[in-house]
């Protein structure tokens, strides 16, 4: 059976609950959900693992933090023996506006401290991710306080409707490989 890692990243603890930083966390939570499953602490992370179309689909949360996100992906693909064509890091991105999703087969960190985590663990660049755009509407010094902020009320429909979505390409990705998810997904644009 195929087996694929499926990782958001985020930061545990009540405070970073449904921040922009941990939309990660909130896209894995609602694919989880889909498939009426739920997470359970494991090691290095909460984890949730359930079969579609003869498909393993291992989500985690990674509770190293954001800035070790690494160790936590390499135990899991390491235990689960899961190549790197079949792992997919979902993660927030303020290079990307807010109706924005993109996913890549592979590509640089960004500057994002969750994705140099894994990359110095991997030792690669070379693994898919979905990017998450959540805008740049802050001023030039703010961007910690930004991402670690939460959505604006005037946000939350598109955010909402951004996650659904973004639990569609996750499976598109695993049922129909990352060229026919980047062809049909990259070019969209989220709206009210």
């Keep these: 059976m195929n087996k694929y890692l499926i990782v958001g990243l985020g930061n545990i603890g009540e405070e970073y609950h449904h921040t922009r ?10 694919l989880a ?28 949360k990674p ?8 160790k936590a992906l390499r135990y899991w693909k390491e235990k689960e023996n ?9 993660v927030d991105d303020v290079a990307l506006p807010l109706e924005k999703i993109r996913i890549r087969a ?15 663990t991997l030792l690669t660049d070379q693994y898919a991710k979905l990017r998450f755009g959540i805008g740049n509407e802050y001023i030039k010094g703010q961007q910690a ?3 670690l902020g939460k959505w604006k009320p005037a946000q939350e429909r598109i955010v909402f409707q951004k996650t ?19 062809n049909d997904y990259n070019k969209m644009t989220v709206t009210l």
């Design 21 to 30: 930083h941990n939309i990660g966390f909130d896209v894995v939570d609602a």
């Design 33 to 60: 959900a889909k498939h009426n499953h739920h997470f359970e602490a494991d090691r290095l992370a909460e984890v949730s693992q359930f079969k579609v179309k003869g498909k393993m689909f291992i989500c985690i």
């Design 63 to 70: 509770n190293t933090y954001m800035n070790l996100s690494g």
């Design 82 to 90: 899961i190549s790197l064509e079949n792992i997919l890091v979902i």
């Design 106 to 120: 592979a590509g640089s960190h960004g500057g994002h401290n969750g994705l140099k985590s894994i990359e110095a």
């Design 145 to 147: 306080d930004y991402v």
């Design 164 to 182: 659904v979505l973004c639990t569609e390409i996750v499976e598109s990705f695993v049922h129909r490989g990352i060229t026919n998810t980047m």
